[in-house]
Nanobody, 121 residues
Framework: QLQASGGGLVQAGNSLRLSCAAS????????LGWFRQAPGKEREFVSS????????AYADSVKGRFTISRDNAKNAVYLQMNSLKVEDTAVYYC????????????????WGQGTLVTVSS
């Protein structure tokens, strides 16, 4: 089970840090990812990190502003979001897959419930 938290209302230009805590099993060997879904839009890839934390990927829209990290000892993954923009407003989901890093939501078999991030202008 994955539990995302840390969302909220923030002004454009500010920062938020999302957390995702895993329970029920160890995800230390899994690829972990963040996806988001804005109102009326499809779910889209945000970022992913491999099991060791040494390999990461980002959507072009967040590259240079967001940073993904993980703590395998805590069975958790994080998303530091800086310089937030109004267009970052969405429900953010954490996800896990036994496979290699991917931006394809279909390969992720474990999903958190989502946390809402609202960025105001």
């Amino acid at each position: 089970q994955l539990q995302a938290s840390g969302g909220g209302l923030v002004q454009a230009g500010n920062s938020l840090r999302l957390s995702c805590a895993a329970s029920g099993r160890s995800f230390s060997s899994y690829t972990l990812g963040w996806f988001r879904q804005a109102p009326g839009k499809e779910r889209e890839f945000v970022s992913s990190i491999n099991w060791s934390g040494l390999s990461t990927a980002y959507a072009d829209s967040v590259k240079g502003r967001f940073t993904i990290s993980r703590d395998n000892a805590k069975n958790a993954v994080y998303l530091q979001m800086n310089s937030l923009k109004v267009e970052d407003t969405a429900v953010y989901y954490c996800a896990a897959t036994m496979g290699v890093r991917s931006n394809n939501a279909r390969v992720y078999g474990y999903w958190g419930q989502g946390t809402l991030v609202t960025v105001s202008s």
